[in-house]
């Protein structure tokens, strides 16, 4: 008899380990999907804020892609992306005569399971307050 407990515990045992793995797995996916879109969010806001602040010049947007994707509008080239597989091409800007507009477009943050495409996700508008010197 005591062995047929046993038995029945070990199969409850592995029905709970699936159950319980799969949700850890799924919590950490969702985790892991949200901080990269925080850090997507914070990098988009930062370049606008830094076109927003720059005179206009030939080199702004691509300052501002390098202020997105890696945090420095000059990086070295060791730099590292704030998000993987983010490249300065997947940064959109818009630079109109009042404001400037930043956005990511046809990126795919990579997941365990599943891969998430963002295109125009996340967008960031600030107003210009800097103008050129005449």
Not at 66 to 90: E, F, M
Not at 91 to 118: C, H, M, N, Q, Y
């Amino acid at each position: 008899m005591k062995s047929r407990r046993a038995g029945s515990a070990l199969i409850e045992f592995a029905g709970s380990l699936i159950i319980v793995t799969a949700l850890f797995t799924g919590i950490f996916q969702f985790s892991y999907a949200l901080s990269t879109y925080h850090a997507l969010v914070n990098a988009v806001r930062a370049g606008a804020r830094y076109a927003s602040l720059q005179a206009p010049s030939p080199e702004l947007a691509q300052s501002v892609r390098n202020v997105v994707v890696y945090g420095d509008p000059d990086p070295q080239a060791s730099a590292r992306p704030v998000a993987p597989g983010l490249r300065p091409d997947n940064v959109d800007v818009i630079l109109e005569p009042g404001t400037a507009t930043v956005s990511v477009r046809g990126f795919e943050l990579a997941s365990i399971f599943s891969k998430i495409k963002l295109d125009g996700r996340p967008t960031v508008t600030f107003p210009v307050t800097k103008v050129a010197h005449q």
